[in-house]
């Protein structure tokens, strides 16, 4: 009887070995060590290096799929001499950067992993995915759910009658106009995007109408510029209402399915079920650079219009000013007065469009902080000197 619960114990053992050993290296870390916070603003910068990899892995937070299409579209890599390898791994190291992969004409140029990140691993976009909100809107537009951008919020998203919203337009809303108080500070535990996720929502009300229908008014809607990412959350619970399709779904089946997208995506689910607009799709970063040349062979009329014929003008031009000299703000897209534009995410994510370079940029990256102005110019300095480069060519 010893000798078999001594053989029995060996088994157990030797498979819970096995299984530990089998494990993602990202998963066994965040177990080893895990996060004081669940809010991942406020975790070390060695879980982020390990979470941003592993949200999926991790089976904690809930997620939908979406799903790609059939056919995965490949991209021809060439050398490009005028790029300086030594800049950009200085950049990357520096600049804790994970992936950077720039597309010119069509093909890859630059194609870069640091941080043990490896090109088949997914990344959490952060406020990339804003970006990928907003085209769902111009999609909605055209397939006839959304009537026009002049339509307030709350005509759309009834739990929000009554509230400051009902004098906010939908274009209001993609701009960051609407005027609504609203608290970004990503190192303050009590501001509003700290908060938001995490407040127990009204009975019968989704969580982010919850949270956003209390919010107070500070300035006349479309008079003042002021970055929420609780209105994309709204954005995204608007398109849901709309057209009665998760934000996942719509995504598969308007982008993610006609890229070539070579992976499944997923995209983190708020408290009562709904995608969170502003945050969180993961993806690989060759995927992300599919959407970038997806977009830009939408402004060029590459590919079926997958929006109304206005749309790009409208969403990359500066729509609102942000107090930059450089540019401003468009349909939830950083826009700059060079043609350029960008959608940006907090420690370092990023996706740089220059459609007259036929240019497409996707980055990675775990900066020490959420944010930083550094930071910030330092990346924009590498979108540059790319973007010059491949001009140069």
């Avoid at 945050?279 to 959407?291: H, N, S």
């Avoid at 062979?297 to 409208?314: F, L, M």
Wanted: hydrophobic share 40%; charged share 20%; net charge negative.
């Amino acid at each position: 009887m010893k000798k078999w619960i001594l053989i029995t114990l060996v088994v157990i053992i030797t498979a819970s070995t096995i299984a530990w050993f089998s494990m993602d290296k990202s998963v066994r870390y965040l177990i080893l060590n895990p996060p004081a916070n669940e809010n991942v603003l406020f975790w070390t910068t060695e879980q982020r290096d390990a979470g941003f990899r592993a949200i999926e892995k991790l089976k904690v937070l809930p997620y939908n799929m979406i799903q790609k299409g059939q056919a995965v579209r490949q991209f021809e890599k060439v050398s490009a001499p005028e790029i300086d390898m030594h800049y950009i791994r200085e950049f990357m190291q520096q600049n804790r950067t994970a992936s950077l992969i720039a597309m010119h004409n069509g093909q890859v140029v630059l194609e870069e992993y640091g941080l043990e990140f490896t090109p088949d691993e997914k990344w959490t976009s952060f406020s990339v995915a804003k970006s990928f909100t907003s085209t769902l809107v111009g999609a909605a537009i055209k397939d006839g759910y959304i009537k026009t951008l002049d339509d307030k919020v709350s005509d759309y998203i009834t739990s929000m009658k009554g509230s400051v919203y009902d004098d906010v337009s939908i274009e209001q809303l993609l701009t960051m106009t609407s005027g609504v108080k609203w608290n970004e500070d990503y190192s303050d535990p009590s501001s509003d995007v700290s908060r938001f996720n995490f407040e127990a929502p009204d009975a019968g009300v989704d969580a982010t109408a919850s949270y956003m229908r209390k919010l107070e008014r500070a300035a006349p809607a479309g008079s003042q510029w002021l970055y929420s990412t609780g209105e994309t959350n709204l954005i995204g619970l608007l398109v849901v209402e709309a057209t009665g399709k998760s934000l996942s779904a719509y995504l598969s089946e308007k982008i993610w399915q006609n890229i070539g997208a070579e992976q499944d995506a997923s995209w983190i689910l708020g408290p009562t079920g709904n995608e969170i607009g502003g945050c969180c799709i993961q993806a690989t970063t060759k995927d992300v650079l599919r959407f970038g040349q997806f977009v830009l062979e939408q402004i060029n009329g590459q590919t079926d219009a997958i929006v109304p014929d206005t749309w790009w003008q409208q969403a990359t031009s500066v729509k609102a000013e942000t107090g930059s000299d450089k540019g401003g703000y468009g349909y939830q897209w950083w826009t700059s007065h060079d043609g350029t534009f960008q959608g940006r995410g907090i420690f370092g994510q990023g996706l740089f469009i220059d459609p007259d370079a036929s240019l497409v940029i996707a980055i990675n990256s775990n900066w020490e902080r959420a944010s930083g102005s550094s930071e910030y110019d330092t990346k924009q300095e590498m979108y540059q000197y790319i973007r010059k480069a491949v001009r140069s060519n």
